[in-house]
Structures are given as C-alpha cells and as structure tokens.
C-alpha cells in the first residue's frame, strides 16, 4: 500500500508540474488594445478551462502610470475598490473581460490580470498573470506642408526645410513623398526625430517636384496636400541644333543661298539668355541675342566660325559651345529634297483624280451609245419561239426555185408551181435557178444508198 501510495504522489506531482508549465494557456488577454477618447472600450478575455468543478478568483490592476487596484472578483460575485472610476464598468462573473465606458487620458497605461485557479476534485490549483496594454488616442487631423523659405531657391547655394503638422491628434507618424515616392535619408535628406520636419541641404536640381507628407496613429490615416518645390538651375548639356545642311560634329554645311536658321538649346531654369557671337581673323563680334539665329549664306565667303553663350541670371552659371558654317555645292539641299516630294506627291494626286475622271466620262459614254437599258428590255420582252419537232423529214424534200428580176430592189422567193403558170418570165429577161432535189419513193431504201 506504501509503494502504491508513493507512486500515486509522484503521478499527482507530474501533473501539477505539466498543468503549471501550461498555465499561459488557459486564458487568453491581447498584448495591445487601441481605444479612442471619449469611446466605450472593451477588453476580451477567454477563458480557455472548463468552469465544471474549478473555482477561480482573480484581481485587474492598473500597474502605470500609478498602481491602481481596480475589481476582485471569483465565481459568483465581484467586489469594486472604493476608489474605482466611474468609467470602468462592473465585472459580471463568470466574464472577466475589462469595459470601459468612456475612455479620457487617464486610461492610458499599464494593465494585469492574474487569477487563482483551484480544482475542487483534487485540490488542484493555478496561477495565471497576464499583462495588456491600453493606449487612448484621438484622430488625427490633416496634415499640413509648410516650406521654411518663401523665396527662390538656387541650386548648390540655398537650403529648404519641410515641417508636416498636425492641429489634433495624438501619436502620429510622419512619413514623406515626392512625386508620390517615399523621401528616404541621405546626406542632403535629414529628418527630425519624429520625421515630421525635412532638411534639404544644399538644394539641387533633382529635389524638384512634388512634395507631401502622410500621418497615421493606431485609429486614423490622413495625407496631406501637395505641395511644389522648384529650384533655379542649369545652364546644361548646351548645343546648337540646325534643320539645313548636313552636319558633322562641329561643323555645318549648306548651299550657297540658302537662309539657315540656328537653335541654342540647354536645360536650365529659368530659361537661359543667349548671345550669338562671330570669329573671324581673332576678331569677335555680337550679333544678337535670343535663342534662335538666323544668316544668310550668300553673305559667308569662306567657313565662318560661331558660338553662342547661355547664361543663366539667377543662378549666375553661364556655358558656351562652339560650331563652324561652310557654304558649299551640295546639289539637292534639304530644301530642294522636301519641295520635290511635294511636288511629286501632288502630281501623284493629280493623275489619280485626272483617272478616275477619264474612267467616269467613259463609262458615261459608253450607257449613252449603248443603252444597256433598252438592250436589257428587248432581250428579255422578245417572246421565245415555241420549237416543233418534225415527225415526218420528208416534208422537208421539194423543188425551190430562186428568182432574181432586174430593175426591182428587192428579190422573190416562190415555189416552182407558181413560177410555171408565168410563161412571160422568160420575157422579162428572169434568170431562174432551180434547185430540184427527187423524193425517193421509198426514203429508207434512199438513205441506204
């Protein structure tokens, strides 16, 4: 019985120890729980035992910001501390679960549950503790861009900050866009600690665009509007572009004659100002300014050698390129190559539409000599003649005799039994032909033969 005894102690051991390593799972309370001021919250627990023969009591804290002793509670009943606030609701047992009515700052912080599990059958019991965070918060509102300097901003010499702000709302984070593409650090791009102010230093080209700012806390998300940033640069990549000619690097050639029109383009805000300039015999001179020039060919003797200068007034920068005018024979300009292909496809038009013309005054002609319509009508009104077979070909046999009558226009077919009653034809100077043809007494012995 001793042995037995011990051993029975041993098993109830091992499941006391086996039921504590698996306290954490009998009950079920979030980490974290986002409430709203001014809102009710509710704070779910699961009881994951079954409530047949066990008995619980359990207590709620508040453990920050200050240690506050808020219900304790067991299977039947739930008794409140005197200093409770109005705002938590009162435990209803076998519901453990936290209810606030109306959630303000004070709520914020630091819960506990812990209870006292005893099973009554063996008198067994277990202790959990198990922590939430409450946190309260108040939407935000939308957030708002503001640009530190209202001026112009110069490229490589001035700087700008962006500082997002929000009028109400608690806990928000910043996160910035240009363009719509987030804003990420660099050595020109610092954020403050709560990402809501950006530095640009020095100010380039490529920060140019769009710029907004985006603010959420655990219960509302808002994006600002946009808001442009424009910067002064350049003058970049300069190069003097020409429709005549032919060009080879530097150098442009075109006929004798011909007006050629010269473009000075570079990437630059604001647009650049430009001077055309000429260099003969170490000799410059200003011919104009303006983006685009123009020079008659008839007036250049030899290669002529050009530049134009862009400058930039706001930034200061300016740049110059380079280039050389030949006049020479190049036969078909482009000029002449363009007018010929217009030319060519508008005599093209012409015979097409000439064609066609010709084609409709015949077919014209043609319904008018003919008259297809009438042609038409007479085919299908002419009555179609009924054909008769013969039963007998000996009626076909006889004698047919040919008359032909001078002086007359028109001649007389009769048969040889009319002609014979006339003897004065023969006076009349008739020349008779007659075509006698014999029917054989028997056709069938004739035919034979």
């Given at each position: 019985?001793?042995?037995?005894?011990?051993?029975?102690?041993?098993?109830?051991?091992?499941?006391?120890?086996?039921?504590?390593?698996?306290?954490?799972?009998?009950?079920?309370?979030?980490?974290?729980?986002?409430?709203?001021?001014?809102?009710?919250?509710?704070?779910?627990?699961?009881?994951?035992?079954?409530?047949?023969?066990?008995?619980?009591?359990?207590?709620?804290?508040?453990?920050?910001?200050?240690?506050?002793?808020?219900?304790?509670?067991?299977?039947?009943?739930?008794?409140?501390?005197?200093?409770?606030?109005?705002?938590?609701?009162?435990?209803?047992?076998?519901?453990?679960?936290?209810?606030?009515?109306?959630?303000?700052?004070?709520?914020?912080?630091?819960?506990?549950?812990?209870?006292?599990?005893?099973?009554?059958?063996?008198?067994?019991?277990?202790?959990?503790?198990?922590?939430?965070?409450?946190?309260?918060?108040?939407?935000?509102?939308?957030?708002?861009?503001?640009?530190?300097?209202?001026?112009?901003?110069?490229?490589?010499?001035?700087?700008?900050?962006?500082?997002?702000?929000?009028?109400?709302?608690?806990?928000?984070?910043?996160?910035?866009?240009?363009?719509?593409?987030?804003?990420?650090?660099?050595?020109?791009?610092?954020?403050?600690?709560?990402?809501?102010?950006?530095?640009?230093?020095?100010?380039?080209?490529?920060?140019?665009?769009?710029?907004?700012?985006?603010?959420?806390?655990?219960?509302?998300?808002?994006?600002?509007?946009?808001?442009?940033?424009?910067?002064?640069?350049?003058?970049?990549?300069?190069?003097v572009n020409s429709e005549q000619g032919l060009r080879i690097g530097e150098v442009f050639t075109v006929n004798q004659g011909e007006m050629v029109f010269f473009d000075c383009l570079a990437d630059s805000n604001p647009p650049n100002t430009c001077v055309w300039i000429s260099r003969r015999d170490n000799n410059t001179e200003v011919l104009m300014t303006g983006p685009r020039f123009e020079v008659a060919s008839h007036n250049l003797?030899?290669?002529?050698?050009?530049?134009?200068?862009?400058?930039?007034?706001?930034?200061?920068?300016?740049?110059?390129?380079?280039?050389?005018?030949?006049?020479?024979?190049?036969?078909?300009?482009?000029?002449?190559?363009?007018?010929?292909?217009?030319?060519?496809?508008?005599?093209?038009?012409?015979?097409?539409?000439?064609?066609?013309?010709?084609?409709?005054?015949?077919?014209?002609?043609?319904?008018?000599?003919?008259?297809?319509?009438?042609?038409?009508?007479?085919?299908?009104?002419?009555?179609?003649?009924e054909q008769k077979g013969h039963e007998d070909a000996t009626e076909d046999f006889g004698i047919y005799e040919f008359v032909s009558i001078p002086g007359r226009m028109e001649s007389r077919q009769a048969s040889c039994r009319s002609l014979t009653r006339l003897d004065s034809a023969r006076d009349l100077h008739t020349t008779i032909y007659d075509v006698i043809k014999h029917v054989p007494e028997t056709p069938t012995l004739s035919?034979?033969?």
């Amino acid at each position: 019985m001793g042995s037995v005894a011990a051993v029975m102690n041993l098993l109830l051991c091992a499941m006391l120890l086996i039921s504590g390593t698996n306290t954490e799972e009998l009950i079920s309370v979030p980490s974290v729980v986002d409430g709203i001021m001014g809102k009710p919250l509710y704070v779910a627990v699961e009881k994951k035992f079954s409530e047949e023969g066990v008995q619980f009591q359990g207590t709620w804290f508040q453990i920050s910001p200050k240690p506050i002793h808020l219900v304790t509670f067991d299977n039947n009943r739930a008794i409140h501390d005197m200093v409770l606030k109005k705002t938590l609701e009162r435990i209803t047992p076998p519901n453990i679960s936290l209810n606030f009515t109306c959630l303000d700052e004070a709520d914020e912080g630091d819960y506990q549950l812990k209870i006292n599990i005893i099973h009554t059958g063996h008198n067994e019991s277990e202790t959990v503790t198990k922590n939430v965070r409450i946190t309260v918060n108040v939407p935000l509102s939308i957030p708002v861009v503001e640009k530190s300097s209202k001026g112009t901003l110069v490229e490589d010499q001035d700087n700008v900050t962006l500082t997002c702000t929000v009028e109400k709302g608690t806990k928000p984070k910043f996160e910035w866009f240009r363009n719509n593409h987030p804003v990420n650090p660099s050595k020109r791009h610092v954020f403050s600690q709560s990402n809501s102010i950006l530095y640009i230093s020095p100010v380039k080209k490529e920060d140019i665009g769009a710029y907004g700012c985006a603010v959420k806390n655990p219960i509302s998300h808002f994006r600002s509007k946009v808001m442009e940033l424009s910067v002064c640069y350049g003058p970049y990549n300069l190069e003097v572009n020409s429709e005549q000619g032919l060009r080879i690097g530097e150098v442009f050639t075109v006929n004798q004659g011909e007006m050629v029109f010269f473009d000075c383009l570079a990437d630059s805000n604001p647009p650049n100002t430009c001077v055309w300039i000429s260099r003969r015999d170490n000799n410059t001179e200003v011919l104009m300014t303006g983006p685009r020039f123009e020079v008659a060919s008839h007036n250049l003797g030899h290669a002529t050698k050009f530049l134009c200068r862009a400058f930039n007034n706001i930034t200061n920068k300016q740049d110059e390129t380079h280039f050389t005018l030949v006049v020479a024979n190049l036969g078909k300009g482009r000029e002449n190559l363009v007018q010929e292909e217009t030319a060519v496809s508008s005599l093209t038009i012409v015979a097409i539409f000439s064609l066609l013309g010709i084609v409709c005054m015949l077919i014209v002609l043609f319904w008018k000599s003919c008259h297809p319509k009438r042609v038409f009508m007479k085919i299908y009104s002419r009555p179609i003649p009924e054909q008769k077979g013969h039963e007998d070909a000996t009626e076909d046999f006889g004698i047919y005799e040919f008359v032909s009558i001078p002086g007359r226009m028109e001649s007389r077919q009769a048969s040889c039994r009319s002609l014979t009653r006339l003897d004065s034809a023969r006076d009349l100077h008739t020349t008779i032909y007659d075509v006698i043809k014999h029917v054989p007494e028997t056709p069938t012995l004739s035919l034979l033969k």
